[in-house]
């Protein structure tokens, strides 16, 4: 099922792009926590290794709606060592650790069927790249709690080389040179979402909502305050009691809104009413999107917009990209930007697509949203390589063009008079492209010595 959602990108590392994507109305993606097609429980860890901090996740019955449960998750046992808490071993780390709660014990229980509204995490991993040459990265989303302290929302362990599972991208995400192919998702709660429903319950039913539930506090988490993502390369690997232990170094650490402030950013890609071309630019609120831009830099921001442009042309049953565009706009924000495309095999294409991408890049942090518009046409031979001429529905007429000298000289020898031959130059061509007038004067040429030629009384 498609669910509605807005996307905003961190460049993490040169191999490692995290996609946020914000829950967005009308059709946001909502479980329930009881009842329902598709429920989805709460874990809730106690972790005494770390002053008592909370960790959540799911049940791994729920492995294919979240992929945030314990399959994927380490627990931390020190500021940078963690632990891993696959519930695959004979006796998991959770029920092998006092500090821990064990299994018996983590589910929350809700005392009634609540509907949770989710975002979406992506992990993209650069192509033709499988974290090789290290031993893996620990990925963390923490909400802020209204006592001060973090809950630990996700914290996932990206494994190296082929042990991971990828999910492939059909549309891989390109960042300058760099393309990204697969990546690993992850669902968490929609942190305003949660925060409302707190709000408005009762003081008597605000203990029950998953907010008062799985913060630490039982109050809740932080109105408005943001979201901690940090991520930590995996320096090596030991053992802790028989568990595979990982020490870690601090790659990035970054906070993120509640909600997407780039809501109402967008791509338009459209064919242009002013010539045989397509349009393209960002928008704000459907208009020209220069205002946001201009605003958003005098504050300290330094924003400039990514364009890329992708034909992908239908042969048969086959989608096959066979063009593609880029470039960089630093000006101009309140006017579109013009592109012809060429539709390579426009003789036997059943249709072709303009995948139009732009990145709204934030040059002080390299964050970026990206949004995405598309063209499809079932008339691919429009925009072949031999661009159709245009039909008017008034032909034009040939027009005849000439030069004249009007009226005559006389060239005048003795006692003798001769005319002058008037000169005339005709051209056809169906459009006047200039018109000029050239006034001139005659007089009689007389030569006094009849001997003399023309072309001599004349030097």
């Known amino acids: 099922m498609a669910f509605n959602y807005t996307s ?5 590392t040169s191999y490692l792009l995290m996609e946020y994507r914000y829950a967005d109305q009308p059709n946001p993606e909502t479980y329930f926590t009881n009842t329902g097609t598709n429920t989805v429980g709460y874990d809730k860890l106690v972790n005494g290794f770390m002053s008592n901090s909370i960790q959540i996740f799911n049940p791994v019955a729920d492995s294919t709606i979240t992929n945030n449960t314990t399959i994927t998750s380490v627990v931390k046992i020190s500021e940078t060592s963690y632990v891993t808490l696959d519930p695959n071993l004979i006796v998991p780390f959770n029920d092998f650790a006092d500090e821990l709660t064990n299994t018996t014990n983590l589910p929350i229980t809700f005392p009634s069927n609540l509907s ?12 033709g790249y499988n ?12 909400f802020p709690d209204q006592n001060g302290k973090y809950v630990t929302m996700s914290q996932v362990l ?42 408005v319950a009762s003081d008597f039913f605000k203990p029950s909502t998953l907010a008062g539930l799985i913060s630490q506090s039982g109050k809740g988490f932080i109105y408005g305050a943001p979201l901690r993502v940090s991520l930590n390369e995996v320096q090596n690997i030991n053992t802790y009691s028989g568990y595979e232990r990982y ?17 109402n950013i967008g791509a338009t890609i459209k064919e242009s009413d002013q010539g045989q071309f397509f349009e393209y630019f960002a928008t704000d609120n459907e208009g020209f999107i220069e205002d946001f831009i201009l605003f958003q830099n005098s504050i300290g921001n330094s924003y400039f917009i990514s364009h890329q442009i992708q ?15 880029e470039s960089i706009q630093t000006t ?36 970026r949203v990206i949004r995405i518009g598309t063209y499809t046409s079932s008339n691919p031979s429009e925009w072949g390589i031999n661009i159709s001429p245009i039909q008017l529905s008034n032909f034009p007429q040939v027009q005849k063009i000439y030069n004249r000298i009007y009226g005559q000289g006389v060239v005048q020898s003795g006692t003798k008079n001769s005319p002058v031959k008037i000169l005339e130059r005709t051209k056809y ?31």
């Open 158 to 199: 990206i494994r190296k080389g082929t042990n991971q599972e990828y999910e492939f991208s059909p549309s891989p995400i390109s960042i300058g040179s760099a393309i990204y192919d697969k990546y690993l998702e992850i669902k968490i709660p929609n942190l305003k979402d949660m925060n409302d429903k707190y709000l």
């Open 247 to 263: 020490n870690t170094a601090t790659l990035a650490l970054l906070s993120l809104e509640q909600e997407d402030p780039f809501s």
């Open 131 to 142: 974290l090789n040459n290290i031993d893996g990265i620990i990925a963390t989303i923490d």
């Open 116 to 127: 949770v509204v989710y975002d979406s995490v992506r992990y993209h991993i650069r192509a």
């Open 332 to 367: 101009a924000y309140d006017v579109p930007n013009y592109y012809r495309p060429i539709v390579r095999n426009a003789g036997v294409a059943a249709s072709f697509s303009l995948r139009y991408t732009m990145s709204l890049v934030n040059n002080k942090d390299q964050s």
């Open 311 to 325: 034909i992908i042309e239908q042969i048969g049953a086959s989608f096959i990209e066979t063009s593609r565009f």
């Open 8 to 12: 905003k990108f961190f460049q993490l």
């Open 429 to 459: 061509i169906n459009n006047i492209l200039q018109q000029n007038y050239v006034t001139t004067v005659f007089s009689n040429i007389t030569i006094p010595n009849e001997s003399k030629s023309l072309q001599e009384a004349l030097r």
